[in-house]
């Protein structure tokens, strides 16, 4: 072991002992059964809407129980982060609501970045030199590289651990020797003597007691030597912020269970009080034969900024996770799943399917609740980032979108084809002249799937753009629709056209399509009259005219 003026030699003279922390962190005053939970993105890499997913559940029981939500970002691994990410957090939270009671200055456990507490860490690796439980080690790549294929030679688990631990039992003199050569080094921990071949057992909070193998390898606690600032790998940073920060339960994914007895060897090493763990089962994706998980690398609807720039309203989203998290709350309407408190006990352990179509059902029934100025808000909102002309169009033409988002939407059977902010243009720009673009003439290529010659569709509309009248019901204004077509020799109904399509030039189904196309540029849309109340008397005249 060696001696303590070496190992506090490798750091700063000024370095806090750890009775400094724990003043400084002290015990939070909360009321019993408070939880303070922690989100801990890594920017090395844009948001996984399981991370959403992760957040949501860690804010809403945090809330629920009086606690304090925070978030912690995990950013010791310097090298993989990627430029934007940090951003990306801010725009997730941001559209999601999801702005934690601590984070970044707001809060008195922080800094909240893990590569602003070096300090800190320092002096746990510190301590943990000091009492032995930890170590210099100065074994290169080649030598690492070495031990991991004579290990494979003889069937042996893989890792640097007992006796092929180079370092583990290394002489101080040894040690001094590195040191004077300025050898760059790590620091491991030292597992415990017994822990090879032991099992471990631990409380989940959502799956009970489970067993693992105890950890037996010397993972490395704090990065060479030769690099600045000195940053702790995440298992070690983990374990001392959580403790500082008087985190009491971690909600993380099912990949970290296995790392759990490695968790527990720190958190006693460190005298720590352990934290309760909860791991959650990964969103899941449907494939022929099966299911996988949802991949950041092959899936687009992985990332956050598929929903965010798609326009799916966070509500939405949120009701559709607390679904995915409590079966129970999908069945409630979705304010009231909003407010009800998600329950781990009733977290399942197998991953749930991520279904776009039932996201998109769910957030049609959303849209379709809100009032009009609510919707031309949030589509306003959205298009002043994705979509710039029609952010444009809506602020000229205010009173247009709001009588185009009022077709069909009152009465117990509402519309339900906007699903998404991004649908706004496909479904409702033929209402606005500077996105729609009128007919070319009776024979534009639009017109074909109505099923009249140019003539007989130039000559019926002409008519009835001559005797043209903007009437206020519906019976009435279609009633005009039904004259002409006796006028122009149509058939009485579909029905007799089909019986004798030969003998007639259309029925009065075809002379609708003819006007909806006119008005609209498509076969489907809502209502006819309801459009050109909308539209107004001179912009249907103006769209007909050119047929």
Not at 21 to 48: I, M
Not at 125 to 141: D, I, N, Q, S
Not at 199 to 227: P, Q, Y
Request: charged letters at 25%; proline letters at 6%; aromatic letters at 10%.
């Amino acid at each position: 072991m060696l001696d303590r003026a070496v190992i506090d030699a490798l750091f700063p003279a000024d370095l806090p002992e750890p009775e400094h922390w724990e003043q400084r962190y002290p015990a939070r005053a909360l009321p019993d059964g408070a939880k303070v939970t922690r989100f801990g993105p890594s920017p090395t890499g844009f948001v996984h809407i399981g991370g959403i997913y992760v957040a949501t559940i860690d804010r809403d029981i945090a809330t629920h129980s009086g606690g304090s939500y925070l978030v912690r970002v995990e950013d010791t691994d310097q090298s993989r982060e990627v430029e934007g990410a940090l951003a990306q957090f801010a725009r997730a939270f941001d559209y999601f609501d999801l702005h934690p009671d601590e984070a970044d200055d707001q809060g008195d456990y922080g800094p909240y970045h893990q590569s602003a507490r070096e300090t800190i860490y320092l002096t746990y690796v510190r301590e943990l030199l000091r009492a032995g439980k930890a170590y210099l080690c100065f074994a290169t790549k080649d030598e690492l590289a070495d031990i991991s294929a004579r290990q494979q030679a003889v069937k042996l688990p893989t890792g640097y651990y007992g006796s092929w631990a180079i370092w583990r039992d290394a002489t101080p003199e040894d040690v001094a020797a590195k040191l004077a050569e300025g050898t760059p080094y790590v620091v491991r921990f030292r597992a415990p003597d017994d822990a090879v071949g032991q099992r471990t057992s631990f409380v989940d909070a959502i799956r009970g007691e489970l067993e693992h193998e105890a950890n037996r390898n010397d993972t490395v606690i704090l990065k060479s030597s030769d690099t600045s600032p000195r940053l702790p790998t995440y298992h070690f940073a983990h374990a001392v912020d959580d403790h500082l920060m008087r985190v009491n339960l971690v909600i993380r994914g099912e990949e970290w269970i296995s790392s759990v007895p490695l968790h527990q060897q720190l958190f006693t090493a460190l005298d720590f009080e352990p934290v309760t763990y909860a791991h959650i089962a990964p969103l899941m994706k449907q494939i022929p034969g099966g299911k996988r998980k949802l991949s950041k690398r092959k899936d687009p609807e992985a990332g956050v900024d598929f929903y965010i720039e798609a326009g799916y309203p966070s509500a939405a989203i949120l009701y559709y996770l607390r679904g995915l998290a409590n079966g129970r709350l999908a069945e409630v309407p979705l304010t009231d799943a909003l407010a009800t408190p998600i329950d781990l006990a009733q977290c399942g352990v197998a991953g749930p399917l991520v279904d776009l179509v039932k996201l998109e059902d769910i957030s049609a029934d959303h849209i379709a609740t809100l009032s009009g100025e609510e919707v031309y808000d949030a589509v306003r909102a959205w298009a002043a980032v994705y979509d710039q002309e029609l952010s444009s169009v809506l602020a000229e033409s205010r009173e247009l979108a709001l009588r185009a988002i009022a077709v069909e939407r009152g009465g117990d059977n509402p519309r339900k084809d906007l699903r998404k902010w991004s649908d706004f243009r496909a479904a409702y720009g033929f209402f606005f002249s500077q996105l729609f673009t009128p007919l070319t003439g009776a024979a534009d290529e639009r017109l074909a799937a109505v099923g009249l010659t140019p003539t007989v569709a130039s000559a019926f509309a002409q008519d009835f753009v001559a005797s043209y009248q903007q009437l206020a019901t519906q019976p009435e204004w279609f009633d005009q629709i039904r004259q002409l077509t006796v006028k122009h020799g149509f058939a009485p109904s579909p029905k007799e056209f089909k019986k004798n399509p030969d003998a007639y030039p259309g029925s009065l189904r075809e002379a609708s399509q003819l006007v909806r196309v006119a008005l609209t540029g498509s076969t489907r849309s809502p209502d006819l009259h309801a459009i050109t109340q909308a539209l107004g008397e001179d912009e249907v005249l103006r769209r007909l005219r050119v047929l």
